[in-house]
Nanobody
Framework: QLQLVESGGGLVQPGGSLRLSCAASGFTWNDYAIGWFRQAPGKEREGVSC???????HYSDSVKGRFIISRDNAKNTVYLQMNSLKSEDTAVYYC?????????????????????WGQGTQVTVSS
């Protein structure tokens, strides 16, 4: 069974840090690009960051310099280290997987490119 499971969300104060994890099972992990997305109430789903099977990374302007994506292929896990968190980072965070097709290379952070999704984990940044 193909599956992605996110963990690591929670409540954190502004300026704090969290590390999200995305664990995969049921498919050949090394062949897939993994993306992190977030969706706040009333807003569209936003592509935050992604990492290709070769380890090439992309970030949205809103998180560049604060978030770091990495992957551990031995553990079938992708991480999103989130630093200097702001209230506007509050959202449900999802990870998703896709093959590194031409669609991926054209729009690596577009949700339309991704086929397999996790259930999401809530991140709340508040004092």
């Amino acid at each position: 069974q193909l599956q992605l499971v996110e963990s690591g969300g929670g409540l954190v104060q502004p300026g704090g840090s969290l590390r999200l994890s995305c664990a995969a099972s049921g498919f050949t992990w090394n062949d897939y690009a993994i993306g992190w997305f977030r969706q706040a109430p009333g807003k569209e789903r936003e592509g935050v960051s992604c990492i290709s099977s070769a380890g090439v990374t992309h970030y949205s302007d809103s998180v560049k310099g604060r978030f770091i994506i990495s992957r551990d292929n031995a553990k079938n896990t992708v991480y999103l280290q989130m630093n200097s968190l702001k209230s506007e980072d509050t959202a449900v965070y999802y990870c998703a997987a896709t093959t590194t097709s031409s669609d991926y290379f054209r729009s690596p952070r577009s949700p339309r490119v991704y086929k397999l999704w996790g259930q999401g984990t809530q991140v709340t940044v508040s004092s």
